[in-house]
């Protein structure tokens, strides 16, 4: 399993950033694949989360609203689409695949991308 972010970068406060994470080595359209970030100091916490066979999506409450989660079967990627971004959402961004459901808990995830830096 490889997992590739990209599309992290600075931005100010208020403007959108949008993430992309490139999947090989598994079934993607039949995942659970997720969002997750980690601030210096700070615990790895889960922002969204999908099912890439289609219809299911769960999203972190300090997210919702602001951020969409979605995907591209045919060029097996999930998209992170960050909009009205605050200073607190600056942190390493990481997407995973294989979880049991769609859950937000890092700890159920088997397979990591490496992450990509998100500043606001």
């Known amino acids: 399993v490889q997992l590739v972010e990209s599309g992290g970068g600075s931005v100010q406060a208020g403007g959108s950033l949008r993430l992309s994470c490139t999947a090989s080595?598994?079934?993607?359209?039949?995942?659970?694949m997720g969002w997750f970030r980690q601030a210096p100091g700070k615990e790895r916490e889960g922002v969204a989360a999908l099912y890439t066979g289609g219809g299911v999506i769960n999203y972190a409450d300090s997210v919702k609203g602001r951020f969409t989660i979605s995907q591209d079967n045919a060029k097996r990627t999930v998209f992170l689409q960050m909009n009205s971004l605050k200073p607190e959402d600056t942190a390493m961004y990481a997407c995973a695949a294989d979880a049991p459901c769609l859950t937000l808990d890092p700890r159920e995830y088997n397979s990591w991308g490496q992450g990509t830096q998100v500043t606001v």
């Open positions: 080595g598994f079934t993607f359209d039949d995942s659970d």
